[in-house]
């Protein structure tokens, strides 16, 4: 039936594909088995991943920590997680101290301030519109196409936040309980997070045992670096944002600046989703404001692609930018934001992984010939 032994194995390998592809599909279509999955998942998932970031930031901290010496001996490990989680804990609480009553007090002036906003940024637009150069573009719109459009938007932002109130105590509960499972999962990543590489090893056999372990490392060092690099990028995004609103006399600055930090996160179009809050704020003032705010981003993410980006994280990652940019897509449509936070590192993960195993592959067959 099958000309040679390859063509047989290609065979039976797509039969096996094919009814796994087919499984999967019904499992997904069962309701009552995916959905208390999805829930388990995703109340698992942000701990662990929260956890999981914060443990790349924190590792190379634990390493300095750990090569101090007392005396002739170093820092026991113990020791050295406790004092890398203390400072931890201490550049949290010092950040919430000093920047969370002014996130506060922005956020309860800005719900304050939104009916009036709402009317200058209507004022404003009826401005462009009786503009000489507007009207050179001979579009017609009426006051009450302005009107009805600024109504339209602000019911649609008071309906949101009405559903979002309304869940508030949810959220708040979830909230709580990340709080206290994320910093007790850190201590134990900081603690026990050599044990790993041997725990996977006893699955393989023992020769393969140096093998696994560079491919753990080489993991280990791509994720580092990335997740290290992201994190300094956006301390320095938002506070670098922060300091240029306040210099143009942006409303909001520390606000919108902890918002372009944040989602700064997402490779080349996190800056472009941050800036967004901003321009919307900005637009409400004047359209100098507008471009103002435009070229605080451009010599901010100018200092960013030149700087920081090359020095934190380099060609580490090794991959084209329109090969992010095509990930990003994917990812975004299938998974949302987290996905795109997500993607590049699984990516870049699976990459080494799959080079990793040509490379044995390779190794193994080498190794046949010779014997």
Known sequence: MFPNPKAKKIFFWTIELLALALLVFIVSRLDFLMH???????????????????????KPILKLVEKIKIGKRRIPHIVAVTITFLIFLLVVFGAMWMLLPTIVTEVTNLITTLPSSINDARHLTNEIIQSHWFRRLHITVS??????????????????TAGTLQTVVATATS???NILT????????????????????????????????????????????YISGQAIQMVFVGFSMSIGYLIIGEPYAWLLGLIA???????????????????????TISWKMVVLILIVMAIVQQVVGSVIYPKMIGKSL???????????LAAGNLWGMVGMILIVPVYAVARTVVVFVFALRRIDQNENKNT
């Open 36 to 58: 208390p999955l999805s829930v388990f998942m995703q109340t698992v998932l942000t701990p662990l991943l929260i956890s999981g970031f914060l443990y790349y930031v924190l």
């Open 143 to 160: 006051d009450n196409d302005i009107k009805n459009s600024v109504s339209q938007y602000a019911s649609t932002f008071l309906s949101f």
């Open 175 to 177: 909230v709580t309980i």
């Open 182 to 225: 994320i910093p007790i999962v850190l201590f134990y990543m900081l603690s026990d997070g050599e044990r790993l590489v041997p725990a996977i090893q006893k699955f393989f056999p023992n020769r393969r045992n140096a093998q696994i372990a560079d491919l753990a490392g080489q993991m280990d060092r791509t994720i580092e670096k």
């Open 261 to 283: 930090g944040i989602t700064n996160i997402v490779p080349y179009v996190g800056p472009w989703i941050g800036v967004i809050p901003a321009l919307i704020v900005g637009g």
């Open 318 to 328: 090794k991959i084209h930018p329109l090969t992010i940019m095509l990930l990003l």
